[in-house]
């Protein structure tokens, strides 16, 4: 089955910009999540999608970053404006529908964030 | 909330040995723990989950253990190769439908 798909894998933008990343998850599994990844730290949640609702939204800096899971199938993680503290690896991940103790959550390739 | 911690943060070890890395967490009412691997500029891969009823997992020279009521797991590579050179990650699931909380991550490095 095809992985997570997300691009673009590489973006540089200056501060005060905007950007938006995009996550394809694999097919069917209705749970995904956006994840920060700062370097040298663990992922860090930043939203958890169960279908095109939000389930946990509580470390979402919402000032400046919005995400969207219209259709319940894709989604799209936006920041603006960027700091340069934003520069970092953001990563989707998808799980099934059905969660249970077996449920593994698989990740996308993540796309790397610099802010100059 | 649940805090996730992982020693070492690095290791260097020459090829051939066999290792153990380390994770602990606060609170020990988990669903499940699952160990990943994270190539330079990659994504996470899953290594190995663990139920929260269970005590270890193996898939080929990957031993992972879970001992709940301590809050600790290790993740036992045996006769490791230049190939597992990688950072290691280590997440725990709470109740039914939580996220995973991560570790900072062990940092292996494989001599040949």
């Known amino acids: 089955e095809a992985g997570v798909a997300q691009s673009p894998r590489y973006k540089i933008i200056e501060k005060r910009q905007s950007v938006a990343f995009w996550c394809n998850p694999i097919?069917?599994?209705?749970?995904l999540y956006w994840y920060q990844q700062i370097l040298g730290q663990g992922p860090k949640l930043l939203i958890q999608?169960?279908?095109?609702?939000?389930?946990?939204d509580s470390q979402l800096p919402k000032d400046r970053f919005s995400a969207e899971r219209l259709k319940g199938v894709d989604s799209t993680l936006k920041i603006q404006p960027a700091k340069l503290e934003d520069s970092a690896v953001y990563l989707c991940?998808?799980?099934?529908?059905?969660?249970?103790?077996?449920?593994?959550?698989?990740f996308g390739q993540g796309t790397r964030l610099t802010v100059v | 909330k649940q805090e996730v911690t992982q020693i070492p943060a690095a290791l260097s070890v020459p090829e051939g040995e066999n290792l153990v890395l380390n994770c602990s967490f606060t609170?020990?009412?988990?669903?499940?723990l699952q160990w990943f691997r994270q190539d330079p500029g990659k994504g996470l891969t899953s290594l190995l989950l663990?139920?929260?009823?269970?005590r270890e997992q193996t898939s080929g020279r990957l031993n992972a253990s879970l001992d709940k009521s301590s809050g600790r797991s290790t993740l036992y590579i045996a006769a490791s190769q230049p190939g597992d050179s990688a950072t290691y990650l280590c997440?725990?699931?709470?109740?039914?439908?939580?996220?995973?909380?991560f570790g900072p991550g062990t940092r292996l490095s494989v001599l040949p």
């Open positions: 991940a998808s799980s099934p529908a059905r969660q249970g103790p077996r449920t593994e959550a698989f």
């Open positions: 097919s069917g599994h209705a749970t």
């Open positions: 999608f169960q279908n095109n609702g939000v389930v946990d």
């Open positions: 609170d020990s009412a988990i669903y499940n």
């Open positions: 663990i139920q929260s009823s269970q």
């Open positions: 997440a725990v699931r709470g109740n039914y439908g939580q996220n995973f909380v």
